[in-house]
């Protein structure tokens, strides 16, 4: 067949490289992952606590932690300081300064059992939803065929729409994009919202006045691009009738100048591990609102509202030909 040319379908090969990219990126994933939990689960370690600290975000929270090994110099969270660990609710409960407390390391690095659990957690998420664009590409084929064809068509026939297009289009599309708001609104927005119930209509508030013992700030890549100064202020206090208190602090940029050595705070005389700042200027609710999470919190609801018309639309357009 000499001579013969080639005619290429552009978007059919960028639909099916971006299909076995997804794949091997989903498995690549996977497969690292079970690696690191391999190495983890063959190294099982113990360290001694030297602290316990409840991180609370400026916005969100608590994160129960505990820090490990010598009494480190700073207790700000960030990536540089490895003697801070992640713990269970559970487990920030029942140990005890001075106790040890099992884990794993892994490459230098400290893991407990529950950060373990919480990262094969968020991969499962995650890859669920990077699984929305292969499953759509194989139904899109399987749709090829007459018979799966012929069958699904009857399901469209009670449903009224058309199966073939409009499935693929919402499972590839909306159920991608559902995924992720649904992931952010039960996560980041709803931790935010119960802190800012507890903080202005909570019962069982008490006053006091907070040690600053340390400050810092953690330079980060945010979820979604670009990067975002936190600030952290490390506290001690003494709850009524009760031992102190070390809790790490996440403040507002207003907040974090404004105060060196004490700030003033408000704490749940229930869980003295929950604290808010006690005094909050004009200042403090600008830096907040500049926040990613208000901000990806007005996006989501934005596209939630947007995405509740489509199919209102779509059903409208094939009942009367016009949207």
């Known amino acids: ?9 552009w978007p059919k090969f960028f ?10 990126t989903i498995y690549d994933n996977w497969q690292e992952h079970q690696t690191f939990i391999d190495e983890a689960k063959s190294n099982p370690a113990e360290e001694k ?11 969100e929270g608590p994160r129960y932690s ?24 559970e487990v920030f409960g029942q ?32 890859m669920a939803i990077a699984s929305l664009y292969p499953v759509g590409y194989i139904l899109f084929w399987l749709l090829k065929i007459s018979r799966v064809r012929s069958a699904f068509s009857q399901i469209s026939k009670l449903l009224r729409f058309s199966l073939i ?4 289009f919402y499972l590839i599309l909306f159920g991608g994009l559902l995924g992720l708001i649904y992931l952010f609104l039960s996560t980041y927005t709803k931790s935010t919202l119960e802190n ?9 508030h008490a006053k006091a006045n907070a040690i600053i013992l340390d400050r810092g700030e953690d330079l980060n890549w945010t979820r979604y691009g670009g990067n975002q100064n936190e600030y952290y202020l490390s506290l001690i206090y003494k709850p009524e009738n009760a031992e102190s208190v070390f809790i790490v602090k996440g403040v507002t940029l207003h907040t974090y100048n404004k105060y060196e050595e004490e700030i003033p705070i408000v704490y749940n005389t229930d869980n003295p591990y929950q604290v808010f700042i006690r005094d909050m200027d004009f200042m403090d609710f600008i830096n907040i609102l500049m926040t990613e999470t208000v901000y990806m919190t007005l996006i989501s609801i934005i596209l939630l509202l947007l995405l509740s018309t489509i199919p209102y639309f779509l059903w409208k357009k094939n009942k009367t030909g016009h949207y």
């Open 1 to 9: 067949m000499k001579g013969r040319k080639w005619n290429i379908s």
């Open 15 to 24: 639909a099916f490289a971006a299909f076995i990219f997804m794949l091997y």
């Open 49 to 59: 606590v030297s602290r316990k600290f409840v991180v609370l975000d400026l916005l």
């Open 66 to 89: 505990v820090q490990i090994g010598v009494m480190p110099e700073s207790s700000i969270p960030n990536d540089r300081n490895s003697s801070m660990v992640g713990v269970a609710r």
């Open 95 to 126: 140990v005890a300064v001075g106790e040890d407390i099992s884990g794993y390391r892994v490459d230098g690095k400290f893991y407990t059992e529950s950060h373990l659990n919480e990262e094969e957690r968020w991969l499962y998420i995650l």
């Open 165 to 168: 297009g409009n499935i693929i």
């Open 196 to 204: 800012g119930y507890e903080k202005f209509f909570g019962d069982n």
